[in-house]
Structure formats: C-alpha cells, structure tokens
C-alpha cells in the first residue's frame, strides 16, 4: 500500500515509518517541523519506498495514496500549550485535510487519538464507552477538546461518505526517539536523572499514568488500521499504572543517580488517574502489549545517555 503518515517525522511517525517500510509498503511522510525532526528519519531517506514532504497539515494536500494514517499534532503539554490556538487547528484542520483526501482516494483512514479524551476520569480503569470528563475552558483544552472534535468528524465522515475509518485512542507512550526537551514526564524524568538534577514531580505525585513502550504501541496502531472493519475507537496502552513518585523513584534506580525529588504545584486540570481498559483491543485485535516497564525503560534511558 501506499499510506501517507501525517507527523511522519515525528517520535511515533518516524517509528510507524520504519515499521511499514519493513512489511513492505510505501510511505509518504507529511511533516512541517514543528516538533517532528529529519534525524528522527533520517536512515529512511534511502529508501525508494520513502518520501518525506515538508508541509503544513492545516493546509489542504494532494497525494495518490491507499491508506493514511493522521498523527499530526503536538503531544505534550509543554508543545501543544506553546500555541494553543494552533494546536486547536491543527487537530482540526489536520483531520479535516486528512479526511477530505481519504474520502477522494477511497482510502482507509485512521485517526490518532488520545487518552486525553476522557479528560480528568472519574473511574479507573477508562474505558471506550466512557465519555470523559474534560474541562472545556481550560490550558489543556486546545489538546483535549482538539482531539475530541477530531473524532467527531471522522464519525460524521464515515456516516456521511462511508469513509473507512480507525480511531486509536494512544496512551502515555516512551521510548527511543523521544525528544529530550518534549516536556513529557519519561523524557523529563530521565534527563533530570541523568545529570543528577532535581526530579520534578507535580503535587504530591501520587496521579498515576500508564506507560506503554513504542513497540507494542505501533505494533497496535499496525493491527487497528490493517483490520477490516473496525470502525469504534479502541483503547492502545499499557494496563498497568504507576505514580509519578514511584516513576521518579525507578528511574532514579536504573539510572543509579544522585538525584533527589522536589515537588511543584500541579499544573490546572492534570488528570489524577489514568489506566487503560484494554478488552476491546484483546478481543478485536488480538493485541496486549509485551514489554514490560523496566525493559522499556532501559532501553530509553540508553538512548538519552547518548543524546544528553
């Protein structure tokens, strides 16, 4: 096939590149740079079967294409709260470009959507049925509500058009490629751990996330957009929290650092529980994720040694 990767050249798109081109298919990556990067693809750029194209997703773009795939916007708080007005477009106009050429090219489409969705939940683990509790008003609206009306319109498309879409709801996700200065908590938490800073944990650290390593991730993105008719969102992420103060406390152990915790005020709206229900997954796809924490760690913390 030959599938165009919106954000091809970012942390997830890069590593989505590389795994398609090895089962064969074509890829096209969509990029503008603003928190993707060439060396994140750098080993493609041989390939025959790769094309990166530098261009903004919230302006309309034209390719023949079997299949994209829409990974195109900021993802953590840090990035997407720099320009929010841009994120809320780009989430938008990114999926409103996105559909608009799968519908003329027939192709099948799916959206990468987030666990942010569910907002601050009120239950745990969340669940696809769950609508989510999400403070429309807030800083981290422009992400959450961006995302949750991008997943309105790909419904209306596919009721509309009979557009094929997929819906990927992304959890937390780390590992290799991951930009040190992304303001996502693994990345912070291992950069601070490797030069013996102070771990910055917000509040009292005791709001749990679940951290699935890229691998599994982009395994389940391959199976949900290769599976024939599977139109729900599905759940991708690891089911198995942990705390901040714990994730600061094994990381400063396999890091075998001098650093020490501080806190700071949680920022406004951070959500205190967050943990997949991956049934849905498990029964449509056949997919869990295999690595565990620690393993995935280690190989991260590997590659920040190298770039720190």
């Given at each position: 096939?030959?599938?165009?990767?919106?954000?091809?050249?970012?942390?997830?798109?890069?590593?989505?590149?590389?795994?398609?081109?090895?089962?064969?298919?074509?890829?096209?990556?969509?990029?503008?740079?603003?928190?993707?990067?060439t060396?994140?693809?750098?080993?493609?750029?041989?390939?025959?079967s790769?094309?990166?194209?530098?261009?903004?997703?919230?302006?309309?773009?034209?390719?023949d294409?079997?299949?994209?795939?829409?990974?195109?916007?900021?993802?953590?708080?840090?990035?997407?709260?720099?320009?929010?007005?841009?994120?809320?477009?780009?989430?938008?106009?990114?999926?409103?470009?996105?559909?608009?050429?799968?519908?003329?090219?027939?192709?099948?489409?799916?959206?990468?959507?987030?666990?942010e969705v569910?907002g601050?939940?009120?239950?745990?683990?969340?669940n696809?049925?769950?609508?989510?509790?999400?403070?429309?008003?807030?800083?981290?609206?422009?992400?959450?509500?961006?995302?949750?009306?991008?997943?309105t319109?790909?419904?209306?498309?596919?009721?509309?058009?009979?557009?094929?879409?997929?819906?990927a709801?992304?959890?937390n996700?780390?590992?290799?490629?991951?930009?040190?200065?992304?303001?996502?908590?693994?990345?912070?938490?291992?950069?601070?751990?490797?030069?013996?800073?102070?771990?910055?944990?917000?509040?009292?650290?005791?709001?749990?996330?679940?951290?699935?390593?890229?691998d599994?991730?982009?395994?389940?993105?391959?199976?949900?957009?290769?599976?024939?008719?599977?139109?729900?969102?599905?759940?991708?992420?690891?089911?198995?929290p942990?705390?901040?103060?714990?994730?600061?406390?094994?990381?400063?152990?396999?890091?075998?650092?001098?650093?020490?915790?501080?806190?700071?005020?949680?920022?406004?709206?951070?959500?205190?529980?967050?943990?997949?229900?991956?049934?849905?997954?498990?029964?449509?796809?056949g997919?869990?994720?295999?690595?565990?924490?620690?393993?995935?760690?280690?190989?991260?913390?590997?590659?920040?040694?190298?770039?720190?």
């Amino acid at each position: 096939m030959k599938i165009v990767i919106t954000g091809g050249a970012g942390f997830l798109g890069s590593h989505l590149s590389r795994s398609l081109l090895g089962l064969g298919h074509e890829v096209l990556a969509v990029d503008n740079f603003y928190t993707g990067n060439t060396k994140n693809v750098k080993d493609l750029l041989d390939y025959d079967s790769f094309k990166l194209i530098d261009h903004d997703v919230t302006e309309p773009f034209t390719f023949d294409c079997d299949g994209i795939i829409n990974l195109a916007c900021p993802a953590s708080p840090v990035q997407y709260q720099r320009n929010p007005i841009y994120t809320l477009r780009t989430n938008f106009l990114g999926a409103y470009n996105s559909l608009d050429l799968a519908h003329k090219n027939s192709a099948r489409i799916l959206q990468a959507s987030t666990s942010e969705v569910y907002g601050d939940p009120l239950h745990s683990p969340q669940n696809e049925s769950y609508w989510g509790n999400v403070n429309p008003i807030g800083i981290r609206a422009c992400y959450d509500e961006g995302k949750r009306v991008a997943e309105t319109l790909f419904y209306d498309y596919h009721r509309k058009y009979g557009v094929d879409i997929r819906v990927a709801r992304i959890f937390n996700t780390y590992g290799p490629s991951m930009d040190k200065n992304d303001g996502r908590v693994v990345s912070n938490f291992i950069v601070q751990a490797l030069k013996s800073d102070d771990i910055t944990v917000y509040g009292d650290g005791s709001q749990t996330r679940s951290f699935c390593y890229v691998d599994d991730l982009i395994e389940g993105l391959i199976k949900l957009f290769f599976a024939e008719d599977i139109h729900e969102p599905i759940n991708l992420g690891n089911p198995n929290p942990i705390s901040m103060l714990g994730l600061a406390k094994e990381l400063i152990f396999l890091t075998a650092s001098s650093s020490k915790v501080s806190f700071a005020p949680i920022p406004a709206d951070d959500p205190k529980l967050r943990e997949p229900d991956i049934s849905r997954a498990e029964e449509l796809l056949g997919w869990k994720p295999r690595i565990h924490r620690e393993t995935g760690l280690i190989e991260t913390i590997k590659y920040f040694k190298n770039i720190v």
